[in-house]
Each structure stands twice: as structure tokens, then as C-alpha cells.
């Protein structure tokens, strides 16, 4: 592996137990106030775990209390991630010129990703398993699959010697063009015509790699050639985001959900940090704004994580109005504001709440989407049998199964 030497390892979990230790911490308290797994603190003091992903080793040196030298110091002797792996996004003119393939270094996104240590701990756990190579991970629009889906990959990067893959999908109109696109991120020619799925196969037969589809919940019917390609290689695992799963044999579902929300009214700083939501908004905030936050700005943005259900997207938005807004202002604003656009970097689906949730709409058919809005007569929820007796009364679903059945679709 590149830009590692064997001692590296060694040298981070010797440099956190003896940081640990002057704390007089055991491991399970570290966890505690880290908020990772106690088995975390274990596999890096021990070295089974080499590359802590690097929000995870923040929180540590946070936790610890260490000085500003023991943080950069216990940063720089976490091992590079740049090896022998590359992240490979889906071909477009700016993302691959000069790339051959449009291969670069796996890259870590440059804001802190909150409350997801379980969730990373728990796919990596599945795919170093065996016995799910086909991890789907689902969820609502703008809940952090994909960026869930890029920690997993970077914990995983020692896994997977022969590389990690990633397609990005969502531009993608026809399923067709999934096989090839794969494809080509492997540099490979030929994979659009008859027999495609046979090379990309034969590439990949002997390679161990981890092949990421992003956004995958539009080309449902490329599923087929996605376990066809994982049957054909053994050593081969594909980690796939999709607002749905693809119902193929083989594929387990990690469902990801928002953000865990504060416990009740903060009125402090660390009150608001200590549930996810709260931290990502209070660094969004503190990002935002320079002046000092009262009181009543932490009760307004604990009461912005509950409003917003813990959606990281959905708080995203609204926090990059505080430049101009006080908290309670954005509260009373948040419906308007809703509506409006956020960060440029984002995909055009994701730089307003409407949009998501539009992306979503469109993937439903006809009478789908003609149930959706019926279902606005519903507040907080409904039975089934509710929804069934709504459906029925419109006439819109009449050939729909009896209320006796166990299942109903429209």
C-alpha cells in the first residue's frame, strides 16, 4: 500500500492509549463521550483498525481534551488513505479530463459528518461478513445515504486492495447504460454492446473490489445485470444507495435514518451537541455566524432539528440562511425558506427541499402519485386500513385488494 509504513498503525493506538490513560478514561468511557462503540476504542488501540475515519478521530481528541500539538499530532499519525484504492465517479466532461477513466484519490468530504459512527461500524461489519455482497443502503431523500455510502467506502479501504468503484447514477436516464458505465470506470471497452455484462465480469472475477452505485432507485430494472455481475464474482461486494431496494436475490437492506433529535429544550451548547442533529446544526450555525449564541438562539435551533425530523439535507438548507437570519427568524420563515436554493456544490435535485422530494415523486407511477396526494388528507400518520377506506371512496383504486387482505397496493 501506498503512503504508509508498517509502524503507522502501531503508532496512532499507542499515541490514544497512553492520551487515553492520562485521562484516567477506561475504554468504554472514551466511547461514551467520543460517541463511538467501546469496540472502536479497542480495534484502534490494538490496530485492527488502521484508518479511523478522520471525523471519528476529532471526536476522540475532543473527548480527551488534549492540547492543539497532542490533536495534530494524534491527526498526523493516522495512516493516508491515499492507496492503491480510487473513487470513481461517473463520466462527465469536467469530472474525467486529463483522467484516464476518471479515476482519482478516494476523497473524504471536507465537512464533518455527524451520528453516523454505528451506521459505518455496522455496514463495514456486514460487508467484511461474507455474507452480504450486495448491501443496499435505503432511505428517504436527503437522510445521508450517499455520504454514508462514502465513509463506509473510506472505512473500508484497507478491505478492498483491488480497489473501490463508484458510480454516480443519478443523472442517468436510461438503466441501460448502467453496465456500460461500469464499464467504463474500469477502463474497459466493448461493455455497451451485446456480452458487456461477460467482460465487465471477467475483469472483476479475480479482483477483490467494492463497486458503489449511487442513486440507484430511477434504473430499477438494471438490477438484474447488478446480481448477475455478483454471482459471477465471488470476491466482488457492490454497496448500493437507493430510495428503494432493488428486490434481487442476495441483497440486504441497512435502512439509514435521520438524525437522532436533542432530549427536550437545550439551553446550552452541549446540550444541543449531544444528539447528531444538534451538532450538525450548531456547527451549520457556527459556520454561519460569528457572534456568540444565547439561549434563545440554542432553544431555536434545537426546536429547528425537531421541525426538520433530523433530515441532514433538510438542515443543511435552512442553517445557510443564519448568515442573514437569527435563529428564531429562520424558524418563523422555515416553510418560505424551504422552497428556496442552497449550497451550489450540490446536485441540482438536492439544492432545495422541493426538489428532493420532487425527485422522489417522479419515480412513482400514475397511480401512485395519484395515492401520494390523497394521502395529504392524513396527519401523522394513518392505518392501513384508513389509506384503503381514503383509496376506495376516490373509485381511483377499485380493483385494489379487500381490506381482509394482509397487503394492499395500488
Given amino acids: ?21 492520562r485521562a484516567g478514561l477506561t475504554q468504554e468511557e472514551l466511547a461514551e463521550r467520543a460517541g463511538v462503540t ?8 490494538r490496530g485492527t483498525r488502521t484508518r479511523p475515519y478522520p471525523h471519528t478521530v476529532r471526536s476522540i481528541a475532543d473527548a480527551l481534551q488534549v492540547s492543539d500539538a ?29 483522467r484516464p477513466g476518471g479515476g482519482v484519490d478516494l476523497v473524504v468530504p471536507p465537512t464533518r459528518l ?67 458505465s461500469i464499464g467504463k470506470a474500469l477502463e474497459l ?19 477483490r473490489v467494492l463497486l458503489v452505485l449511487d442513486n440507484f432507485e430511477h434504473l430499477l430494472s438494471a438490477a438484474a445485470d447488478v446480481s448477475q455481475l455478483v454471482w459471477y464474482c465471488p470476491t466482488v461486494t457492490v454497496l448500493i444507495t437507493s430510495r428503494s431496494l432493488l428486490r434481487i436475490r442476495g441483497e440486504r437492506e441497512f435502512k439509514v435514518g435521520p438524525l437522532a433529535l436533542p432530549a427536550g429544550e437545550v439551553t446550552s451548547p452541549e446540550e444541543l451537541a449531544a444528539s447528531a442533529s444538534g451538532a450538525l446544526v450548531l456547527d451549520r450555525a457556527l459556520d454561519a ?30 442553517t445557510a440562511h443564519l448568515r442573514l437570519l437569527t435563529p428564531q427568524n429562520l424558524l418563523e420563515r422555515l416553510d418560505s425558506i424551504s422552497s428556496s436554493s442552497g449550497a451550489r456544490d450540490l446536485p441540482e ?7 428532493t422530494l420532487d425527485w422522489s415523486y417522479g419515480l412513482l407511477s400514475a397511480r401512485q402519485q395519484a395515492l401520494f396526494r390523497m394521502l395529504g388528507v392524513f ?11 381514503v383509496a376506495a371512496a376516490s373509485g381511483t383504486f377499485a380493483e385494489a385488494e379487500p381490506r381482509s387482505s394482509s397487503s394492499w397496493r395500488c
Wanted: with cysteine; glycine share 10%.
Fill in 38 to 45: 467501546p469496540h472502536a476504542i479497542s480495534a484502534l488501540e
Fill in 189 to 207: 471497452t466493448g461493455t455497451d454492446r451485446p456480452g458487456g455484462l461477460n467482460l465487465v465480469a471477467a475483469h472483476l472475477r479475480q479482483r
Fill in 379 to 389: 396527519r401523522g400518520g394513518a392505518t392501513l386500513g384508513a389509506v384503503e377506506e
Fill in 114 to 180: 455527524h451520528g453516523r459512527d454505528r451506521d459505518v461500524a455496522q455496514v463495514a461489519h456486514l460487508a467484511r461478513s461474507g455474507t452480504a455482497r450486495i448491501i443496499t443502503l435505503t432511505g428517504p431523500g436527503g437522510v445521508g445515504k450517499t455520504r454514508l455510502a462514502a465513509a463506509v467506502s473510506a472505512e473500508l479501504a484497507d478491505d478492498y486492495p483491488d480497489g473501490i468503484v463508484q458510480i454516480a447514477l443519478a443523472a442517468m436516464a436510461d438503466a441501460t447504460d448502467v453496465l456500460p
Fill in 70 to 98: 497532542e490533536r495534530k499530532d494524534l491527526i498526523a499519525s493516522v495512516p493516508s488513505r491515499t492507496s492503491a484504492t480510487h473513487l470513481i465517479q461517473s463520466p462527465s466532461p469536467e469530472a474525467t479530463a486529463g
Fill in 1 to 21: 500500500m501506498l503512503g504508509r509504513t508498517e509502524g503507522e498503525p502501531a503508532r496512532f493506538g499507542a499515541k490514544l492509549r497512553v492520551l487515553r490513560e
Fill in 289 to 318: 455566524s460569528a457572534l456568540p449564541m444565547t439561549a434563545d438562539d440554542l432553544r431555536a435551533l434545537g426546536r429547528l432539528c425537531e421541525r426538520l425530523a433530523g433530515i441532514p439535507l433538510a438542515i443543511e438548507l435552512a
Fill in 349 to 355: 435535485r438536492q439544492r432545495t427541499m422541493r426538489a
